[in-house]
């Protein structure tokens, strides 16, 4: 959805509010103080009184738009304006955008990326898995050696798992020892019917211990048709364009939260622009 979808779509406080109670309630208020659905409409202030503890509420109460003093409408034009930005947005422009001080908007930022983590589904059937570094500069070699690029640098090393056809899940990782790539393998795939797809590298050699392995050969991968990684390949360097093009430098501390919201775009490319906004307000709704 664009920002005149929303503008259409939600006019008003009044009709966001009336679409997260759809989206909380699915029409039956509910009391956030004792859970009870004795309750009546105070319409004049979009608020609900409960019959059963004698409180009013409204549908945020407990959810992450109380307390903001936002109006709703700058929120979900906030979630539209991220959730469309390919490479993500920068604080400072949605600051301009939305006309909120910077740090509010990085607050907003942050929040609805925090809302954009992967779930814990585990992916299935053809699944390529493969690592690539983020941020930081190369290290330097010695004297008039060439910078090194990707293993052994001091980039963050970042290991990606996707399901072709499918979701990607990709998580900031630490050293890529064998033993934590098949941690990871075992948390987000399903190691019983998948098929794992991997390069050459020494830190998936033993995969084949958990999981059906195959692994490519990248001196024939002419031939070996359906055995590649190229669809983790490119959702990489979608991520690296992000990175690089939009935000400079991502700091190590943000970058997972970086990762996730590319990971949640390209995971929605299935969707309907409707179907996701609604979806991204409903986790935005139960986040914690
Ligand atoms: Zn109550």
Known sequence: MNIIQIFKRFPTQESCIKHLEKVRWKGKPKCPYCGSENTNPLKKELR?????C????????GTIFHHTYLPLQKWFLAIALILNAKKGIASRQLARDLELPVKTAWFLNMRIRKAMKADSTLLQGVVEMDETYV????????????PKRGRGTKKTSVVGMVERGGSVKAKVSGKLKAKNLMGLVRMNVDTEK???????????LR???????????HQFQFADGDIHTNTIESFWALLKRGVIGQF???????????????????NARFYS??????????RLLLMT
Do not use: Q, W
């Open 273 to 282: 622009g409707e179907v996701l906004f609604d979806r991204t307000v409903k």
């Open 135 to 146: 941020g930081g500069k190369p290290r330097k070699g010695k004297d008039d050696d060439p």
């Open 207 to 217: 995969m084949a211990r958990i999981i059906e392995h195959l692994v490519v050969n």
């Open 248 to 266: 400079h430098k991502v700091s190590k501390e943000y970058l997972p939260e970086y990762i996730n919201e590319f990971c949640y775009r390209f």
């Open 48 to 52: 609900h009184h409960c019959n059963g």
């Open 54 to 61: 004698r409180k009013s509420f409204s549908v945020t109460v």
């Open 194 to 204: 998948a098929i794992l797809i991997t390069d050459e590298f020494r830190g998936y």
